[in-house]
């Protein structure tokens, strides 16, 4: 697995494509008999607008610490990070579930001292990976909202994103692993193939697809001020477009018959080496505390895997429309595919170029 995750540095230093119990290092203060000074520093490193400023201010003051946030512009950024050495520069980094095998069997994320993160007990347990190396964060349905009044197609599956009749018309999320499941399931195979010729059909159902692209990226203005009529993006982009809307919302999220809708997790780990595990640990407790993370999907609205927080959250997210549907027990989970990374990474290569 040391060799796959080299492959997935290599493929993201040449071609940038990807748009989440103790046994972490003693500091040699312990081991010499001398008590280790509280660290008064965090680094984080994670997606941009995905935490509430109050939470991080708060965490400040109650812990006389400064946090530090850098931002990824997609998951290869983490997967740099994480296989460069992180721990030089971060104490926490945030991934993604569908890369956390083969971090964990390259020995490039430590194991957390549960012990130190009571909190940890409101995360659902079917909402884990690789337990002993992750704290879960938020997570995200990816589905298709579209405007009901304006798209010119009824939406009851991924191959009505084909249709030539939506040609312009839809906003959408980027990277091959948002991107090419979905065209899998179009096709009728295993979200998570690792057959090529599989992937190559995909490739060749994308292709239709960007045709009828407008924007990649920014979902929930796009459908908005109109310029989309659908959107394949994450449920919190859906809550903020259908809040924005008002007594206007006109947007629906699409009722598929059959297809499956893919379900991501974001992870917070701890780089090998990290410097600060201790503060650290009492961040992931802090935002694992009920209270604290119900306030912060006030501003972030995504799913999340902390059953307490959402008992304990406002009844505008308990009862936001953007989760209003039935797709819980029809989910798939992106799953680390091994080499074929290199394979869905040149099909996303010429699908990016237009080839």
């Known amino acids: 697995m040391k060799k796959i995750i080299s492959i997935i540095l290599t493929m993201v230093l040449i071609m940038g494509l990807f748009t989440g119990c103790g046994g972490t290092k003693t500091d040699p203060a312990v081991?010499?008999?001398?008590?280790?000074?509280?660290?008064?520093?965090?680094?984080?490193?994670?997606?941009?607008?995905?935490?509430?400023?109050?939470?991080?201010a708060k965490f400040e003051?109650?812990?006389?610490?400064?946090?530090?946030?850098?931002?990824?512009?997609?998951?290869?950024?983490?997967?740099?990070?994480?296989?460069?050495?992180?721990?030089?520069?971060?104490d926490l980094i945030m991934t993604c579930d569908a890369y956390m095998e083969s971090l964990v069997d390259g020995g490039y994320v430590e194991k957390i001292n549960f012990d130190n993160i009571p909190n940890v007990k409101n995360i659902n347990e079917a909402y884990w990976t690789a337990k002993e190396y992750c704290v879960p964060y938020l997570m995200n349905y990816i589905y298709v909202?579209?405007?009901?009044?304006?798209?010119?197609?009824?939406?009851?599956?991924?191959?009505?994103?084909?249709?030539?009749?939506?040609?312009?018309?839809?906003?959408?999320?980027?990277?091959?692993?948002?991107?090419?499941p979905i065209a899998l399931v179009a096709l009728g195979y295993d979200p998570n193939s690792t057959d090529e010729k599989e992937i190559a059909e995909a490739y060749e159902w994308l292709v239709k697809y960007n045709e009828n692209v407008v924007a990649y990226g920014n979902a929930e203005q796009n459908l908005t001020n109109g310029t989309a009529s659908v959107a394949f993006t994450y449920d919190g982009n859906a809550s903020w477009a259908m809040s924005e809307l008002g007594d206007k919302n006109n947007l629906v999220i699409a009722d598929f018959e059959k297809d499956p809708v893919q379900l991501g997790f974001d992870l917070y780990v701890v780089p090998k080496g990290a410097k600060h595990v201790d503060l650290a640990e009492k961040f992931l407790n802090y935002i694992t505390d009920p209270e604290v993370m119900a306030a912060n999907l006030i501003e972030y609205p995504y799913s999340c895997p902390n059953d307490a927080a959402v008992e304990a959250a406002s009844d505008t997210y308990k009862n936001d429309p953007a989760r209003d549907f039935d797709y819980k027990q029809n989910v798939f989970f992106q799953e680390d595919v091994g080499e074929a990374i290199t394979i869905y990474n040149d099909y996303y290569q010429k699908l990016k170029v237009g080839e």
């Open 31 to 56: 081991e010499s008999g001398k008590a280790a000074a509280p660290s008064t520093e965090l680094n984080i490193y994670m997606w941009q607008q995905y935490i509430s400023d109050d939470l991080i």
């Open 61 to 90: 003051k109650e812990n006389n610490a400064k946090v530090n946030l850098s931002y990824m512009s997609d998951n290869a950024d983490a997967i740099t990070k994480l296989t460069a050495g992180g721990g030089q520069e971060y």
């Open 145 to 180: 909202i579209y405007n009901k009044d304006t798209s010119p197609v009824e939406i009851k599956s991924y191959n009505d994103l084909i249709n030539p009749a939506l040609k312009g018309q839809i906003a959408t999320i980027d990277g091959a692993r948002n991107l090419f």
